[in-house]
């Protein structure tokens, strides 16, 4: 099956300052690359996704990045502030069937 | 908001019991999901359903099992408890159908077992 690593599992960035999180895959059909936000206590949610077609994708301060040769993703996040604490997870789909990583704590400091 | 509810949302029990959560649906999505989230593992795939009556093995999936008897409602079992099945549980709904979409997840469902 799928193997999705991601790093850092843990991250600290100043507020106003740029983080980034990068996540590998294994399976080369994999064609469905989301993020998911979760605030403590709370159910993952969709922040933006790409698919395979796709090399970049911003929505404001986030965009995603893919490298479908290297079979690697990147969430970035610019201008960051303390709500974007939290944990970060992303995911590869090779269609109905969705493997995560292991989650990147951020912690914005102000 | 997606209409998926869990229930319990919490539950303490013993070792070597039955349990079962409950996943709840109103918007006949065809397919659920059931991942458990452990820290330092992430999200991981425990089953999943594509219709009524039809399921499927996740990475995760010994010691559970699971049914899905209306398009509504996709329940979890764990036969008999034990303490590495301590953890979150979440459901969670593709909201395109067979087309990879967005997951939907519901609120968890926090299992302690003792």
């Known amino acids: 099956g799928e193997n999705v690593e991601q790093h850092p599992s843990t991250l600290s960035v100043q507020e106003g300052d740029s983080a980034v999180i990068k996540c590998t895959y294994s399976d080369s059909a994999s064609n469905y690359f989301p993020w998911y936000k979760q605030e403590l206590g709370k159910r993952p949610q969709l922040i933006i996704d790409i698919r395979s077609n796709v090399g970049e994708k911003k929505d404001q301060r986030i965009a995603v990045t893919l490298n479908k040769t290297a079979k690697h993703f990147s969430l970035h996040i610019t201008e960051t502030q303390p709500e974007d604490s939290a944990v970060y997870f992303c995911?590869?789909?090779?269609?109905?069937?969705?493997?995560f990583g292991t989650g990147t704590s951020l912690t914005v400091i102000p | 908001d997606a209409g998926i509810t869990q229930s319990p949302r919490h539950k303490v029990t013993e070792t070597g019991t039955p349990v079962t959560l409950r996943c709840h649906q109103t918007?006949?999505?065809?397919?659920m999901y059931w991942y458990r989230q452990d820290p330092g593992h992430g999200l991981r795939l425990i089953h999943y359903?594509?219709?009524?009556?039809?399921?499927d093995k996740g990475e995760v999936s010994d010691g559970y099992s699971v049914s899905r008897s209306k398009t509504e409602d996709f329940l979890l079992t764990l036969e008999s408890a034990t303490s590495s099945q301590t953890s979150v549980y979440f459901c969670?709904?593709?909201?395109?159908?067979?087309?990879?979409?967005?997951?939907?997840f519901g609120e968890g469902s926090r299992l302690t077992v003792l």
């Open positions: 359903s594509y219709g009524v009556k039809d399921t």
């Open positions: 918007e006949n999505h065809r397919y």
């Open positions: 995911a590869a789909s090779t269609g109905n069937q969705f493997y």
């Open positions: 969670a709904i593709n909201q395109q159908g067979a087309v990879t979409g967005e997951l939907f």
